[in-house]
Nanobody, 113 residues
Framework: VQLVESGGGLVQPGWSLRLFCAAS????????MRWYRQAPGKERELVAA????????NYADSVKGRFTISRDNVKNTVSLQMNNLKPEDTAVYYC???????WGQGTQVTVSS
């Protein structure tokens, strides 16, 4: 299993970012995919999830209406579109396969003026 996250960066409040996760080493289209984040000094939290075929999504209350998770089962990628970013969204973001104990390196998102 390999998960490679990208797309993070330093942005100002109110800006947008799109995170990407490239997956390999397993049957991507068979698994629920999730995005987590971990802010300094805090526990890792679940941000968003998408079912294997992409027909259903779920979001943490803190990002609902601002973040959108999507997937491409041909390219084996999962994305997280983040709009109207806030300083409290600052964290390292990770994608995760439900049921497989593997974490990628994550991608840093910093929201600051």
């Amino acid at each position: 299993v390999q998960l490679v996250e990208s797309g993070g960066g330093l942005v100002q409040p109110g800006w947008s970012l799109r995170l990407f996760c490239a997956a390999s080493g397993f049957t991507f289209s068979s698994y629920v995919m999730r995005w987590y984040r971990q802010a300094p000094g805090k526990e890792r939290e679940l941000v968003a999830a998408i079912t294997s075929a992409g027909g259903s999504t779920n979001y943490a209350d803190s990002v609902k209406g601002r973040f959108t998770i999507s997937r491409d089962n041909v390219k084996n990628t999962v994305s997280l579109q983040m709009n109207n970013l806030k300083p409290e969204d600052t964290a390292v973001y990770y994608c995760k396969v439900l049921g497989i104990a593997y974490w990628g390196q994550g991608t840093q998102v910093t929201v600051s003026s």
